[in-house]
Nanobody, 115 residues
């Protein structure tokens, strides 16, 4: 059974930092592209960051330079370091993994940026 379990969300003030973690099980983690999406209330889910199986990364302009994705294939973990957080970063953050036509999602973790 494949599971992706996120952790590390919470409430943070604008300008602050958070690190999200996602623990994977049930897949050959190193063979999957993994990443993060987010969904704010009333908005579509959007890509936040992705790291491919060979370590390449990609970010949208909205988070580039502030967010950093990394992975630990030995521990089957993917991280999202979020710095200089803004109120508009408030959303539920979802971890996902993908290989060819196979994709898996976590349940999400809430990130709230507010003073």
């Amino acid at each position: 059974q494949v599971q992706l379990v996120e952790s590390g969300g919470g409430l943070v003030q604008p300008g602050g930092s958070l690190r999200l973690s996602c623990a994977a099980s049930g897949i050959i983690f190193s063979m999957y592209d993994v990443g993060w999406y987010r969904q704010a209330p009333g908005k579509q889910r959007e890509l936040v960051a992705v790291i491919s199986s060979d370590g390449g990364t990609n970010y949208p302009d909205s988070v580039a330079g502030r967010f950093t994705i990394s992975r630990d294939n030995t521990k089957k973990l993917v991280y999202l370091q979020m710095n200089s957080l803004k109120p508009e970063d408030t959303a539920v953050y979802y971890c996902y993994s993908q290989r060819a036509r196979l994709s898996y999602w976590g349940q999400g973790t809430q990130v709230t940026v507010s003073s």
